[in-house]
């Protein structure tokens, strides 16, 4: 089964001049594969990658995810389709800052609300123990280091079991030592559990240990 | 309690000082809706018992027809010419005949409290050389005392001693003055008949009105003797009821049973239905716009929140939160603002009226503020209260579930 097919897809930025920033992409994603997507600044890379994650609506061409046409759904079912299908790594580790590492972690699922409290406080802590951050869970977020900050927020989006896992340089702000652990966390994820993995990185070492590159150029597919 | 309210809860107790800032502004304005309704009712139950210690709740009298209206108003038909000139009312029955008919269809009436018979009419009083004119006011001693408390007002004799004898009188403070005449004197009563009759002071009243310069008391029987009328006649016949609100109602009742004119409070003192309305709104003016500016100030700390919230909110919406949800999460903070505030609102209301209630002030009958706690006011202070707190919270609200999480999430 396709993880992702996107067909013809073009995006403009009308603010402040008209400007194309992805012209005509199309390819397609298997499901458990590792995938990063490289190129210049200004490339478009994160602009596609905020398209696929439905973040972004404005855009012409079909985005379908687990076999599903996101392009035609409304705000609210793509929200309700993000919490269920899709998890979220940003550059900057974006951690709710006045809650605790736990209930961080916790918050989509229990949004989804599918499974009882205790149950997805289980896989939370056992998600804690994977990323080696045991003994943080009760802290603010606010009181952890940026590494360990980065690993709540992999941990956040892994938490529903998302088909999808995207990562917006999800290693940019980490040291070489976090940034194996990360990555072997990824490689691990699309291994075991047949997880997708999308993330755009400026790291060529990174991109290098990947199953494939998808490389931008002035915003087209290279 | 569900994510969306746990996490409102959260952002909302994580700033301690703009959240009781938020909550002392409710409390402050939910306070004063209390306090100045509570104080105007209690300045117009004042106003409306002293009016009501000369004035009944319902009187009923017979209307001297302000137009003539004895002949047909059709004028120039057909080939006759109708002049009238210099019309006027001739009145065939003047004051009320029988007065005791209508008191027994009073009795089948609800809500009446009780009711008297009066005889006034004007006079001339004599003293010797001194004359002046005086309302003289022929009255049933008994249900008198009852409706008005006539006799706590006689400073000199007894209310009951109208009954002794048939020419016995009771004098307006100032009045007597004016004649110089005291209690035990005898004076000379004229009516507009010209009929003389000598009475013997037996009292005197003082009710702190300027009534007092004119009013003469006599026994309604007396009255009825002196202006040759029949043993049932009354010129009105007042009534008071439980409840002063009902007057309008039971007034329209009573005129079922009778042609004579029946006039409640509200019709025949507007000024005083009138001035309790004007204090009323005032009232209501004054506390809502203090509510209001306290929904400003939320209104302004919610804006200020959902800006410092904006990472936060673009976090979740790329998590699954759709924008309803971010508007519970922001909502409910405004809502838990408007109830804490409402809570101690209600409480220091309550402790401030309180004190109101014992700051002296001893004019008139009255010896401290005048104050009327009714629920009613609680309960309309507290709704206002939410209202307002949950429409300052909803603007912001929705301006938090508008932000576009690729524009803060991109940095």
């Known amino acids: 089964m396709k993880a992702l097919h996107i067909k013809n897809i073009n995006k403009h930025f009308r603010e402040p001049v008209d400007f194309h920033v992805l012209k005509d992409i199309s390819f397609d994603i298997d499901q458990g594969e590792f995938v990063s997507i490289i190129g210049k600044s200004g490339s478009g890379k994160s602009t596609l990658l905020y398209l696929l994650s439905t973040l972004d609506t404005d855009y012409e061409g079909s985005i379908n995810l687990v076999g599903q046409d996101v392009s035609k759904m409304s705000q609210n079912q793509l929200a309700q389709f993000r919490n269920e299908h899709i998890g979220f790594v940003f550059q900057f580790h974006f951690l709710i800052q006045d809650l605790s590492v736990l209930d961080n972690i916790t918050l989509p699922a229990q949004k989804l609300g599918k499974k009882p409290k205790d149950e997805i406080e289980h896989e939370a802590m056992e998600l804690i123990k994977l990323l080696d951050i045991e003994g943080q869970e009760s802290k603010k977020a606010s009181r952890i280091s940026g590494g360990q900050q980065q690993r709540v927020a992999i941990a956040r989006a892994l938490i529903n079991s998302p088909s999808i896992i995207m990562g917006d340089e999800p290693t940019g702000n980490l040291d070489t030592r976090n940034t194996e652990i990360v990555f072997d966390v990824f490689r691990q994820l699309a291994v075991e559990r047949g997880q997708t993995i999308i993330a755009v990185t400026h790291d060529d070492e990174f991109a290098a240990n990947c199953d494939r590159i998808i490389e931008l150029s002035d915003g087209y597919l290279v | ?411």
Not at chain 2, 8 to 33: D, E, K
Not at chain 2, 283 to 307: D, P
């Open chain 2, 1 to 411: 309690m569900n994510t969306n309210q746990r996490l409102g809860r959260t952002f909302l107790t994580s700033r301690v000082r703009q959240f009781f800032v938020a909550v002392l502004s409710v409390t402050f304005g939910i306070s004063m809706y209390i306090c100045m309704n509570s104080f105007m009712s209690g300045v117009n139950d004042e106003q409306t018992k002293m009016a009501f210690t000369a004035i009944p709740h319902i009187n009923i009298y017979n209307e001297v027809q302000s137009e003539p209206n004895y002949h047909s108003k059709e004028t120039n038909r057909g080939s006759t010419i109708r002049m009238v000139s210099n019309e006027r009312n001739i009145n065939y029955t003047e004051g009320i005949r029988n007065v005791d008919e209508i008191k027994e269809k009073l009795e089948n009436i609800d809500h009446i409290n009780g009711y008297t018979a009066q005889l006034n009419q004007n006079v001339f009083i004599r003293n010797g050389v001194s004359k002046t004119s005086a309302n003289l006011s022929g009255i049933e001693p008994t249900s008198e005392d009852q409706m008005f408390n006539t006799a706590q007002y006689l400073i000199e004799g007894r209310l009951q001693d109208l009954n002794k004898g048939s020419n016995s009188i009771i004098l307006g403070t100032g009045l007597a003055q004016k004649i110089g005449a005291s209690t035990g004197d005898n004076i000379t009563v004229t009516t507009s008949d010209g009929i003389d009759k000598s009475f013997k002071i037996m009292g005197l009243i003082e009710t702190g009105s300027g009534a007092d310069k004119s009013r003469a008391l006599i026994s309604i029987q007396t009255a009825r003797q002196l202006f040759s009328k029949n043993r049932s006649y009354a010129t009105e016949l007042m009534v008071n009821l439980n409840d002063f609100d009902e007057a309008v109602n039971v007034a329209a009742q009573i005129s079922q049973y009778t042609d004579y004119k029946v006039e409640s409070w509200q019709e025949s003192n507007g000024q005083l239905d009138s001035a309790n309305g004007l204090r009323r709104i005032i009232a209501i003016a004054v506390s809502l716009t203090i509510l209001i500016v306290a929904g400003f100030g939320i209104y302004n700390i919610m804006n200020m929140t959902v800006n410092e919230k904006i990472k936060e909110i673009a976090i979740l919406k790329a998590i699954g939160f759709n924008g309803n949800d971010v508007i519970e999460i922001f909502l409910i903070q405004s809502v838990i603002i408007g109830f804490v505030g409402g809570l101690t609102g209600l409480a220091l209301g309550h402790i401030m009226i309180s004190i109101i209630d014992r700051v002296p002030f001893e004019v008139g009958p009255m010896d401290s503020l005048p104050v009327s706690i009714s629920p009613i006011d609680y309960v309309s202070a507290f709704l206002f209260g939410i209202i307002i707190t949950f429409l300052a919270g909803y603007l912001p609200a929705r301006s938090a579930s508008k932000v576009d999480p690729v524009a803060i999430l991109r940095g």
